[in-house]
């Protein structure tokens, strides 16, 4: 009897063990068929597109089509100042939200060596490495952020300075920071490959620019922006979040609102193709063409072709968002300096030259 029940012990613990080494690659098989299934949308997001007239004039900083060359002419330009936001929610209490790593670091580079801003600000709560439960402990502490002190302006917000819910607290201080000095906002996880010259110079009353997500321009996506101070859209945009119904999507305040309020105010927002921004995009083929493997053969044509448009993969390629909440897990958790220096890859490519050489 005794014999018998350790048997049946053994398979039982045998089970578990055998399902938890299974687990991951079952999550992964079942996570690829609900992306890639011929019913799961992505297609649309990946369908191809081509530029507008009037997204070509708002890349390039030009006049609209129907607006008259004299209008707002002398309008100032988009000040070149960057605003990041990180650490809004400890890593000491809550290990998920992540730490400021490798990754975050190459994107606020991006900006430095890309972009060349008056002014860097890294708005942030927690920052401290190893977190720390004190949110006033020393950001420095982070080798990351020792790093970019040079170059960045570092903007404290203590914990519960803003009433506005946890899920919704980022997109409201992006949009308050832009209300405020203007300028230029990127996700964490967003790289700037060329000047923003063009987008800085649109003309108002045109005082936001955004860029559409998808093939499909299925919304306007919050995660890169660039606006003028005290902009009427993002005035309008910012006090939508007062009555916020967390019934709808998790991405309706940030991505499908402000198309649908671009469409209502048109001449308030200047909206760029898919590529200026965010393309690839975040699907699961999209993902994995940025991060597979290249030959040396496809290399060298992927180098020749960021050679020829100035740092970026597509001549209308303002910047990439890498999308991490579909890719982290998957590839960018996984890049290191060394990665990132020896590994050929699309995404590698882009952001090799951030790279500082004692890396």
Excluded at 104 to 114: D, F, G, I, K, P
């Amino acid at each position: 009897m005794v014999a018998r029940n350790a048997y049946r012990l053994l398979a039982l613990v045998s089970a578990i063990a055998l399902l938890y080494l299974l687990a991951p690659g079952v999550y992964y098989a079942a996570d690829y068929v609900r992306q890639t299934n011929p019913f799961s949308g992505q297609k649309y997001i990946e369908q191809a597109f081509e530029a507008s007239e009037s997204e070509l004039a708002c890349l390039q900083g030009q006049k609209l089509p129907g607006e008259s060359q004299s209008q707002n002419d002398k309008v100032d330009p988009i000040p070149n100042v960057v605003h990041f936001i990180f650490g809004l929610k400890n890593p000491y209490e809550n290990p998920g939200v992540g730490r400021f790593d490798f990754l975050s670091y190459l994107a606020v580079r991006s900006a430095v060596v890309s972009l060349k801003p008056e002014a860097i600000y890294l708005h942030y709560t927690y920052l401290s490495e190893p977190p720390s439960p004190d949110a006033s402990a020393d950001p420095l502490t982070n080798p990351w952020i020792q790093r970019l002190k040079p170059h960045i302006k570092l903007a404290h917000h203590p914990p519960g300075e803003r009433k506005t819910h946890y899920a919704h607290l980022s997109d409201t201080m992006r949009l308050e920071f832009l209300l405020e000095k203007g300028g230029i906002y990127l996700d964490i996880d967003a790289f700037a490959l060329r000047p923003f010259d063009g987008v800085l110079a649109t003309r108002s009353p045109h005082d936001i620019v955004l860029g559409a997500e998808g093939g499909n321009r299925w919304g306007l996506c919050n995660a890169i922006m660039a606006a003028r101070a005290n902009s009427t859209f993002v005035a309008r945009w910012l006090k939508l979040y007062d009555d916020v119904d967390f019934t709808r999507e998790w991405n309706y305040h940030s991505v499908l609102l402000p198309k649908e309020l671009a469409e209502e105010h048109p001449d308030e927002v200047c909206a760029l193709a898919p590529d200026a921004f965010f393309w690839p995009t975040w699907t699961w083929r999209h993902i994995d063409w940025m991060h597979e493997p290249l030959n040396r053969e496809a290399a060298k044509y992927w180098k020749g072709e960021i050679d020829r448009h100035g740092g970026s993969l597509f001549n209308n390629q303002l910047a990439y968002h890498a999308w991490s909440q579909m890719a982290y897990d998957r590839y960018l958790k996984h890049l290191t300096p060394t990665t990132v220096r020896m590994k050929d890859t699309r995404f590698n490519l882009i952001v090799r030259r951030f790279l500082e050489d004692d890396l």
